[in-house]
């Protein structure tokens, strides 16, 4: 009677669509959950991921769970989890990737998953970062450990997206940073963030993370973009 009450006075909504939610249904609607634009770049060698890269820094691997559209339904997804506190959504995308993933994490035996720092005043603003739940999904599903204390970010500047080359690059060589210790050393990191659309931010995480002697990194994203 009263789980009734409050589904009515609060009721749940698809973070896909905004429809109403039916009662066997969570965080997307069944509609939306079978239009998702999965990728399988984790079955392609050279996807769109990975190409980002080339001939950049040196990845292991790389890949993404969704591709994003505007005004699709990735986007209203990465819009909740990022601006509006969702986090369900990162652990809903998180355990489901998990599943496509276990064969090329016993493969590339990651060591730890990082994610893409937010500064610290960000933080303080938002509240949280947008790829822990993701993140932590991805840990426990794939047994692999979560270090959000080795990068981090040293600059508070707005999204380098629209930047040019050569604006990136000026800022990428003291975005980010990393505390680690010889312990840290020979690791394969996993990086994760939420969008990759140029390339730059990860880029920039990359290559503090290899100032780690004998460091490889790998690479996931939830979404992939061109725009």
Not at 44 to 72: Q, R, V, W
Not at 88 to 105: C, Q, S, V
Not at 111 to 127: A, D, N, T, Y
């Amino acid at each position: 009677m009263l789980k009734n009450l409050i589904n009515l006075l609060f009721p749940k909504l698809c973070n896909g669509c905004n429809s109403l939610l039916l009662q066997n249904e969570k965080i997307i609607c069944t509609d939306c959950r079978h239009q998702l634009p999965l990728t399988q770049h984790h079955l392609l060698k050279d996807n769109y991921t990975t190409k980002k890269f080339y001939g950049i820094i040196p990845i292991e691997f790389s890949c993404a769970m969704l591709y994003f559209h505007k005004k699709g339904v990735v986007q209203n997804l990465i819009h909740n989890l990022k601006y509006r506190n969702h986090q369900e959504i990162g652990t809903f995308l998180g355990n489901w990737y998990a599943n496509d993933l276990k064969e090329i994490a016993k493969e590339h035996a990651f060591s730890e998953i990082i994610p893409v720092p937010l500064h610290q005043k960000r933080l303080k603003e938002r509240g949280y970062n947008q790829v822990t739940t993701f993140c932590k999904a991805l840990s426990e599903n794939l047994e692999i450990g979560y270090n959000e204390t080795l990068l981090y970010r040293n600059v508070y500047s707005k999204s380098q997206t629209k930047k040019s080359k050569e604006a990136r690059a000026e800022v990428n060589n003291s975005l980010f940073d990393v505390k680690y210790t010889t312990a840290d050393s020979g690791k394969h990191f996993l990086l994760v963030d939420d969008v990759i659309t140029s390339g730059a931010t990860l880029e920039a995480c990359a290559r503090a993370l290899l100032k780690i002697p004998n460091t490889k990194i790998s690479i996931i994203t939830i979404a992939y973009t061109d725009s």
